[in-house]
């Protein structure tokens, strides 16, 4: 009989909204709490939230929260008796978990025998293997034909995305192959990857599972993970869309047979890729809590790190687990630019306000939940993952979860970096999406659709009222007995001149007259009001009402036709540095990892040139035309500034025109 114990107080070993999600369960039951935090958190919430924290000193990851001896440490200097270690970071690394253990603490998550059993993919596809379970079969490199395109490179080691790149040409793939290494060598300390046929429109379903030490194993029923960028997933829900029961019941056998072969007791979860046959295969086990585990909550009423606690402390689980009941989705919501290759975006977050109840389950009546790390005086930085918030919603059925889920994301004020909300809400909408038609592919299938209406082309033809607004806003904020541009005689407009965020520049001019407002472009405009933070209009008979909000030259303004985000123009623009000729400039704050060139190479358009780090992920800086590297500013580990020059190619000389000199 495995020996049972009391967890008192109880260090998490991880940061943001999984830190303050098992937080909130720990208060729930009574368990006093301690959080650790690296400086550029010293003034996050999940800090506030517990009863006591511990510094980690330094930023970057590697020196704060990858460093096991200084949790173990913290945990004991605060008088801890147990480690929940989260997600990412530590979570799936079996050598902390032993430390935690021989320090004399508890460890909540999965014995560290059956994490380093699945550690390596390469080697968990062969134990899968063994146990029945269906896998994908690897592709040596070396004798890979063009039979075998497209292939999917992967790290061994490690997940969300990291070392994985997809390879469409024979060509490609010793370059493919030497990068997705590097990446994984500085991601995971491993630089072992592995080929494997890729599945263009195949499904990510994922089963949870969580097991007890006395022999019970659940399953959880599955979820669809399918949507996403970049290899990560972005919106997920349960249960799977569109498969027979008998798929479900495969599915879960398979799951629990992975499990039952490792001896696992925890949660977990065990993905597979499904095919648009109805075969699946295994493609890892996730030994942790995964990020998407609201939605499962959501349906079964589950609390996933109560439960984790319970097992950790010795406790059975009933022979079967509460029966699901309706569907959720999840969407995250990241600081991200899906119309800029998904560049990460930094910056203060002037205002965060996401409907719906924090960390709870079950969802309320209102059918969603947030779970965020951030809140309204936060900031983006570059260190870690671009998440801000999970936004989850519950109903009966699934068209009624996503229309709740969109009308969510839509109605949220969101002020500070750009974010992916606008591409969320138009996956949610989209008729795909809403019929099941889902696969990994969907993001880059429905691009032109979806990434040109997160460049706001709707808004477009709302952005000359949005100026308007804006400037009547200002006008209110201005003190004196007057509204500014009242004129006892006509005169010439006031003007006031901003920039949206796709470049757009926009001319408010308008008069304020004892007949009410005339502005040009707008004869069907009626003002009803005005203040700094609210203006409300009549447009062409319908009453329209905008929240405004001002933070040093950025004007937000919110309204139910969508936000935009506009910029004050100076009258007299500043004159604008000169930049050399085919400069490249950062496109994000990141640290240099590597360099792809030398100072007087060849270059071809498109050719990466190097590789910035920022936020968890890696971004190719490319050749935007044929040239020669005439600077390179950048070297690894370099932290550079948006905006930064990185290097000069000097254009190539175009056919006939290799001299300035005329020829006659």
Known sequence: MPESTTIRRLLVANRGEIARRILRTCRDLGIATVAVYSDPDADAPHVREADTAVRLPGAAPADTYLRADLLVRAARSAGADAIHPGYGFLSEDPAFAREVLAAGLTWVGPPPDAMARMGSKTAAKRLMAAAGVPVLGAVDPAE????????????????????????????????????????????????????????ATGRHVEVQLLADTHGTVWSLGERDCSVQRRHQKVI???????????????LARAATAAARAIGYTGAGTVEFMLGPDGRFFFLEMNTRLQVEHPVTECVTGLDLVERQIAVAEGEMLPAEPPAARGWAIEARLYAEDPAQGWQPQTGALHRVELPGEAFVRPVGPAGLRVDSGVESGSSVGIHYDAMLAKVIAWAPTRAAAARRLADALARARLH??????????????HPDFLAGRVHTGFLAEHAGDLLAE????DDKRELPLAALVAALADAAARPGPLP?????????????????????????????????????????????????????????????????????????????AGAVALTVLPRFPEPRAEQAPGALLAPMPGTVVRLGVAVGDRVAAGQPLLWLEAMKMEHQVTAPRAGTVTELRAEPGRQVELGAVLAVVEPAAEPGHESDTPTH
Request: net charge negative.
């Open 454 to 457: 997160g460049e706001q082309c």
């Open 236 to 250: 997920e829900e349960t249960p799977a869309p569109g498969l027979a029961d008998g798929l479900r019941a495969e």
């Open 416 to 429: 500070g970096p750009v974010t992916n909300r606008e591409l969320l809400v138009q996956v949610l909408r």
């Open 484 to 560: 500014s541009g009242w004129r006892n005689l006509p005169s010439q407009p006031q003007v006031k001149r901003y920039r949206a965020a796709d470049g757009t520049e926009l001319a408010a001019r308008y008069r304020l007259t004892r007949d009410g407002l005339r502005a040009e472009g707008h004869p069907g405009v009626r003002l009803l009001s005005a203040a700094p933070d609210r203006v409300v209009l009549e447009v062409d008979g319908l009453r329209r009402s905008f929240a405004v909000a001002a933070y040093g030259d950025t004007v937000q303004l919110d309204s139910p």
């Open 144 to 199: 890979a034909t063009e039979t075998d395109l497209p292939l999917l490179v992967k790290a061994a080691a490690g997940g969300g995305g990291r070392g994985m790149r997809i390879v469409r040409r024979l060509a490609d793939l010793p370059g493919e192959l030497a990068a997705a290494a590097a990446e994984a060598q500085a991601a995971f300390g491993s630089a072992e990857v592995f080929c494997e046929p890729y599945l």
